[in-house]
């Protein structure tokens, strides 16, 4: 997707440096590899803040389909083998 805005930010000499040789290492554009970086490290912190809130009753259900086995699904497979869009 097209950039449209911009985002300053402040760091030290030694700081740019080091995310430049990075930058450097992975043939990439300070931009790029800040753009990337910081929008990995966002994904991984927003996963790890899921939460999502149940009733005693749908907990109750909610562990009772999560203690079953899984049966043999070729979707279920699928899905399982992929790698998650922020992985690609």
Known sequence: MPATTN???????QVRDLIDRGAAAAHKTRTEFMLEASATAAQNALLDQTYFSLSPAQLAEFE???SEPLSDNAGVAKLIAARAPWER
């Open 7 to 13: 985002i300053n930010i402040r760091a030290s000499e």
């Open 64 to 66: 009772r389909i999560m």
